[in-house]
């Protein structure tokens, strides 16, 4: 296994690290941005299937996998800006249900396990020196769709692309799936940033706490109008 594609990612997280030092409102918009942009493409395509279908009974034939592709991104992507953000949803029964410096142990725990999580995900190689039979992980089937170079399954390049850069007509699969180890690597890198919020109490847990409780506070006036 090649490890320039590790070095490269390593390098992405050090400049959103950066970046989000020099610039942290810019960059939560563009994150905030990019899922929006996303979503919308989803919709955009599925309203114009329907459309075609049945006004034009025609259609674009990769709209199936674009929308499949693009679901899968908005939810990996997801991962890291739910931790970012502090939205996924948990049971915090427990956390409430004990002193606070148990909750707080329990909340760097599950910090923590998250992170091993996200790192076994984008490369478990590293494990096989436990003595655990592993089959390598997302970095490894990317590096590999790399090499190959096969394309997918039903995506073209616009014709003009093909033509400047003498393109085969199907978009490669490697830039679909390169999602999945940048995702990976966003959501260990969100973990230990959260590990860190909680050690030093900026926050109290990974999870969205009473989030069904809040909403019924912020709204109980509008609620009794």
């Known amino acids: 296994m090649t490890y320039w594609p590790h070095f490269y990612l390593l390098i992405l997280i050090l400049i959103i690290w950066g ?3 020099i610039i942290p409102k810019k960059m939560e ?13 989803i919709m955009a395509v599925s309203f114009g299937q329907v459309i075609a279908r049945y006004g034009f009974n025609t259609g674009w034939d990769a709209a199936l996998e674009f929308n499949t592709i ?15 953000t502090g939205i996924h949803l948990g049971v ?27 790192l076994i995900l984008l490369d478990s ?6 003595g655990i039979d592993v089959n390598g992980g997302a970095l490894e089937y990317w590096s590999k769709m790399f090499k190959i170079g096969i394309g997918s399954d039903e995506l073209r390049y616009p014709v003009f692309v093909q033509e400047m850069f003498d393109l085969r007509p199907r978009v490669h699969r490697w830039i679909v799936l390169i999602v999945l180890p940048i995702s990976l690597a966003l959501l260990s890198y ?5 590990f860190v919020d909680i050690l030093s109490g900026k926050r109290a847990m ?3 706490g009473h989030e069904a409780q809040d909403l019924v506070e912020e709204h109980k006036n509008v609620i009794k109008d």
């Open 70 to 84: 693009a679901f899968s991104w908005l939810v990996l992507l997801g991962m890291s800006y739910g931790i970012k």
């Open 125 to 130: 190689t590293w494990v096989a020196l436990l």
């Open 92 to 118: 915090d029964i427990v956390l409430n249900a004990v002193p606070s410096h148990v909750s707080k142990s329990l909340s760097l725990f599950g910090a923590a396990a998250t992170c091993l999580y996200g």
């Open 29 to 41: 918009r563009l994150e905030e941005n990019l899922m929006i942009i996303i979503i919308a493409s």
């Open 19 to 21: 970046l989000e030092k």
């Open 190 to 194: 969100r973990s230990i940033q959260a």
């Open 206 to 208: 990974l999870i969205s």
